[in-house]
């Protein structure tokens, strides 16, 4: 996989591409700020980049922003933001932006909660793959809403249980072992999920992320 990186810490960038080029993925770029990236990624399109959120200048959403960005231009490339911190409003466009291009991946993890390695590459690749990687945190900072407007209100328990791991990235079948249910009932939820949200006539993968997120305003 070819893989961009744009992290204003040196220290971790370099042990990044350390760990990347040692799981046989090539390291196109790395550098530290939104600008750099950007004209790193223009004349020739990585697989996926990662991306922090606060870097220079101001160390605000600089990286997010970015993000956006190439969500936008280049549709074919994967995103995964690594951070520190859960920006609400980027996180949520650029988590239910969709081109209607094509199917790109798109991931959110933190720093202090990726626990081993593997976790980190197992996200890396699901994204490259077109599908999704979120931390359960990002996904709960995300969703914390009053009941008065929460549209998940309308879900049984069994299809927040659902929902929570599709936040996160997970296949039915995934779904099917973390809840220790057959496939069948996941699908059985997850097609309740897309008609109480109004999502029954949305197309493809998008609606799986847009099933926990649609509602959320900046």
């Known amino acids: 996989?070819?893989?961009?990186?744009a992290e204003d810490s040196t220290l971790l960038r370099e042990g990044l591409v350390r760990l990347l080029a040692e799981e046989g993925h090539e390291v196109?770029?790395?550098?530290g700020d939104a600008d750099a990236l950007l004209a790193a990624v223009e004349p020739a399109p990585p697989d996926v980049v990662v991306v922090d959120v606060r870097m220079p200048p101001t160390h605000t959403d600089e990286g997010l922003r970015a993000a956006l960005e190439i969500r936008r231009r280049w549709p074919q490339v994967g995103?995964?933001?690594l951070s520190q911190y859960v920006e609400k409003r980027y996180a949520t466009e650029l988590i239910?932006?969709?081109?209607g291009r094509q199917r790109h991946g798109v991931g959110y993890l933190l720093k202090d909660r990726v626990a081993q390695v593997d976790e980190f590459l197992d996200a890396l690749d699901r994204v490259g793959d077109g599908g999704a990687a979120f931390d359960p945190e990002v996904v709960r900072q995300l969703l914390v809403r009053s009941s008065k407007a929460d549209p998940l209100s309308r879900l049984t328990p069994r299809e927040r249980d659902v929902l929570d791991h599709m936040a996160q990235g997970h296949t039915n079948a995934s779904i099917a072992a973390h809840l220790h249910v057959s496939q069948s009932a996941v699908e059985k939820h997850v097609?309740?999920?897309f008609d109480k949200l109004d999502l029954s006539h949305a197309s493809g993968y998008s609606r799986r992320?847009?099933?926990?997120?649609?509602?959320?305003?900046s």
């Open 1 to 5: 996989m070819r893989v961009m990186l």
């Open 28 to 31: 196109a770029a790395a550098v």
């Open 79 to 81: 995103v995964l933001v």
């Open 96 to 99: 239910t932006s969709d081109t």
């Open 191 to 193: 097609n309740a999920i």
């Open 209 to 217: 992320v847009l099933a926990v997120l649609r509602y959320l305003g």
